[in-house]
């Protein structure tokens, strides 16, 4: 039962305004004295010519305690709502428990492709933390616009190709051993790199013949194809073994690679156009009349560039899914990267290119201290994911040594912890890696929440089957129990204000919120010592609990054991 739309049908009747403007309006007041909803009347003001003080003590008095209205007052320029708290408290929990895992879940999205570009790491190179970044952003992202019925596809941009691919040749072919490589993956491809950069400061002759391979490669010799090809391999392995671990998957992996054969239609478009201008030997397009500097389409040596690339891709996206939105989840370092050929796509007169959308999110801080990284220090994902897993497995030694299951727990709550922390802020803030502050379990974390839900578990278990049909909702009116119906109610909201700011945090807070409340109620309530119809009420409020706090966690892709 939607009670917003009830107040909203109410309030434009008295105020003379549309339902969507009120809906729209009414706002969840900070002090709950105030009431449960409340609605600002300033903006009113010019329209009705009217004080906001007089529209909302005019509107608060027209409008009946009636239905799930338990008093309408005004107080300055607000009209504030107290709700009828136990048909409230039932109708929430009741449609949680009804809806079960669809609560939240909507078919806004229908019939809308909305592309998703994100985690796409660099082949030969590690997967290394500042990559975690835009891996768990954008998986939560997809989740959460798939959850709204929107047909969300991910796309994996792979950096598969570039120079660095004729460097790993060489350095392979000069010191390279087949069977290392093999059985180290990208440790043994980036300590070839790095030989390769040693020696060629000493000698530079190897960087005219790491420019040959990749002329090779350009031009489709089979050695230079067949090596590359299988560079490519040893890193997707390592690449999906990290997400494996992660729960992601991707709809599809086209690489950098991938457009080759799709660049040159691209530049011919943009010399038709009269948009390319020579620029030292180089091809670019101009930029200054936008206060930016310019796009760089073609190099010197005729290479195309980075920038080439994803106008490339982003055209074939629009043939391919006809989006409704094109989203890029980077690092915030490529913000003018992703504005440049926005403005070239839209120069090129394609009207959809304001349908797409930058997603950039801040740095990764290691505790230690100074390391901010991206990309510069390399920390290796899967060590991280293997220390998080170890740490826990300690905790749980020390807390609970007779868990069964402990190594499958341990990996859901440490791997939990990192992808929490890392979503537990806006995402253009910089993330504090600190194992000590993301594996607290009474702190704000994913242990907390999960355990919340272990917890919750247990005592559903305890509690058995039985009938709950006469359960007693009155029971549910105290302050604690009230504030936890709430949240459950606006659930389905943050939900979508999660998508529309591409901001999953919102979620990841809003189930901290519910922990914290749920267990300031079980503080509060006894639970299964309480009369049968209470009992009951109680139980109903921690399964909705428990189901909102799995749904939620599994939108930022958390498990949530059953037990901890
Ligand atoms: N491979 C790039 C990096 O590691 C990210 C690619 C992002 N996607 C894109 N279409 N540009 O920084």
Redesign the pocket.
Known sequence: MDFKLELADKLSKALSISTEEAYAGIEIPANSEMGDYSFPCFKLAKTLRKSPNIIAKEAAESIASEGIIESVESLSAYINFKLKKTAYVQNVIEEVLEKGALYGSSDMGSGKNVVM?YS???VAKPFHVG?LRTTVIGAALYNIYKFLGYNAISVN?L?DWGTQFGKMIVAYKNWGNKDLVEERGIKELVSLYVKFHDEADKNPVLNDEARNWLLKMQEGDGEALKLWKWIVEISMKEFNAVYDRLHIQFDYFTGESFYNDKMWPIVEELKEKNLLVESDGAMIVDLSEYNMPPCLILRSDGGTLYPTR?IA?AKYRKQQFDFYKSL?I?GSEQKLHFAQWFKVLELMGYEWAKDMDHIPYGLVNLESGKLSTRSGNVIFMEDILNEAVNKTKEIIEEKNPGLANKEEVAEKIGIGAIIFNDLYNSRIKDVLFSWDRMLNFEGETAPYVQYTHARAGSILEKAGDFDYSDADYSVLTDDASYEVAKLLYSYPDKIKEAAERYEPYLITRHLVDIAQAFNKFYQDNSILNSPDAEKKARLKLTSAVKQIIKSGLALINVSAPEKM
């Open positions: 570009d796409s790491p660099n990559h941009h950096g994803d891709a890029y980077t």
